[in-house]
């Protein structure tokens, strides 16, 4: 069984990116985190996979604003 801890944190990631691209549609911002060879089917995209890929993200724009 998965870990149900990971929903709130993952969701909080996916708020803070969300929020700095509000013209970006859910599906949309998720299949970008997606490996290409996944991107057509993220069904099979694993949680601790996409985690890791809205860390990298979130870095980048901590980075952009000079945090």
Do not use: C
């Not at 801890?5 to 949309?28: M, S």
């Amino acid at each position: 069984m998965r870990n149900p801890e990971r929903i709130p944190r993952i969701l909080e990631k996916i708020e803070a990116i969300w929020i700095n691209e509000p013209d970006t549609r859910l599906g949309q911002l998720l299949v970008n985190f997606a490996p290409p060879r996944m991107q057509s089917d993220i069904f099979y995209f694993e949680d601790d996979n996409l985690e890791v890929e809205l860390d990298k993200k979130i870095e980048k724009i901590m980075k952009g604003r000079g945090k």
